[in-house]
């Protein structure tokens, strides 16, 4: 159990299939404690560590939302 619970909407799962970009515009308009980052699905090597500011967008090669967008 974590110390800080992350706080506002966790999870994006309507966002999938949906422009990357547009997406992480629409996940900082709903949860402004998160910042959203867009990455290429396969490409990008990211930390795995949990933190509750951050939402990564991954997308595929048409940069279309790949996976349901959470905090982590």
């Not at 547009?22 to 998160?34: G, L």
Request: aromatic share 8%; glycine share 6%; net charge negative.
């Amino acid at each position: 159990m974590r110390e800080f619970p992350c706080t506002g909407k966790q999870i994006w799962p309507e966002l999938v299939g949906v422009d990357g970009h547009e997406a992480a515009v629409r996940i900082e308009r709903e949860n402004n404690s998160v910042h959203a980052e867009v990455v290429m699905k396969g490409m990008e090597i990211v930390p795995m560590d949990f933190k509750c500011n951050r939402v990564w967008v991954w997308v595929d090669s048409n940069w279309k939302v790949a996976q349901v967008p959470r905090i982590g």
